[in-house]
C-alpha cells in the first residue's frame, strides 16, 4: 500500500496528558499538511511541511500543539496537556511539491477523545 | 469567516438519476477547486478538481462545473449509486503560499436503490 497513512487510528486519553500522532506520506511528496476535523464541519488546516521546514501554523495551532518531520519524511503531531476540546479526527495528507499539482490525499485519519 | 459553503447538508437521490452539489465561495485568490469523498471513520478520498482557468472538468460519472462571476462550483454525478453514498465536501486552494486546502462544511448524500 502506497497511500497515506497514520497510526494509531484511535487515541482515548484522559485530560491532562500528551499524546503523539505519527504521519506516513506517500513517498517523495515533499509537501505535508496535518488537518483537524470535528463532528459536521470540514476539515481544518493545522500546519504543513515542505521537506523538513514547517512553512505555514494555523492560529488553531495552540502552544500546545507542536509538528515536526525531522528528516522530511514522517511527521508527528503532538498534544500536551489534552483537553476536551481537542477530541477530533486527525487528518494528514501529502503532495507533490510540483507547481500546479495540487491535489492532496489523505490517510485514515487519527480519532482523538480526551475524556 | 467561513469562505467555502456548502449550504446543503444533505441530499437524497434515486439511484441512476442525476445528484447535484453545490459549494459557494468568496475568497477570489482562490484558484483550484477539488471534491472529496468521505466515508465514515476514513480520511477523504479525492474525486475531482478542477483549475480556475476552465470551466467544466469531466471524469467518467463526475463533472465539476465553475462559475467564477458567481464564485460558485458544483459537482454533478450520472447516474448516481448507491455505492455514492457518503459525505461529499468541497475545497479551495490558493497556489501561493503553501496550497492548503479551505473545506466546506460538507454534503450527505443518500442515493436510494
Known amino acids: 500500500d502506497t497511500g497515506v497513512s497514520q497510526n494509531p487510528r484511535h487515541k482515548i486519553t484522559k485530560r491532562g496528558q500528551n499524546v503523539t500522532f505519527r504521519c506516513d506520506p506517500i513517498s517523495e511528496h515533499n509537501r505535508l499538511y496535518w488537518y483537524r476535523q470535528t463532528l459536521g464541519q470540514g476539515p481544518e488546516f493545522l500546519t504543513y511541511?515542505?521537506?523538513?521546514?514547517?512553512?505555514?501554523k494555523s492560529r488553531l495551532l495552540s502552544d500546545r500543539f507542536s509538528a515536526e518531520r525531522p528528516k522530511g519524511s514522517f511527521s508527528t503531531l503532538e498534544i500536551q496537556r489534552t483537553e476536551q476540546g481537542d477530541s477530533a479526527m486527525y487528518l494528514c495528507a501529502s503532495r507533490p511539491g510540483t507547481s500546479g499539482v495540487e491535489t492532496q490525499y489523505f490517510g485514515p485519519g487519527t480519532r482523538l477523545l480526551v475524556l | 469567516d467561513q469562505q467555502v459553503k456548502q449550504n446543503s447538508p444533505s441530499l437524497s437521490v434515486q439511484e441512476g438519476r442525476i445528484s447535484i452539489l453545490n459549494c459557494d465561495y468568496t475568497?477570489?485568490?482562490?484558484?483550484?477547486f477539488l471534491w472529496y469523498k468521505k466515508y465514515p471513520a476514513e480520511g477523504p478520498t479525492f474525486l475531482i478538481s478542477i483549475s480556475s482557468i476552465k470551466d467544466k472538468n469531466e471524469d467518467g460519472r463526475f463533472t465539476v462545473f465553475l462559475n467564477k462571476s458567481a464564485k460558485h462550483l458544483s459537482l454533478h454525478i450520472v447516474p448516481s449509486q448507491p455505492g455514492d453514498s457518503a459525505v461529499y465536501f468541497c475545497?479551495?486552494?490558493?497556489?501561493?503560499?503553501?496550497?492548503?486546502?479551505?473545506f466546506g462544511q460538507g454534503t450527505e448524500l443518500s442515493v436510494k436503490p
Open positions: 475568497n477570489s485568490m482562490f484558484d483550484y
Open positions: 511541511f515542505q521537506n523538513e521546514a514547517q512553512l505555514e
Open positions: 475545497a479551495a486552494s490558493a497556489l501561493s503560499p503553501g496550497g492548503k486546502l479551505i
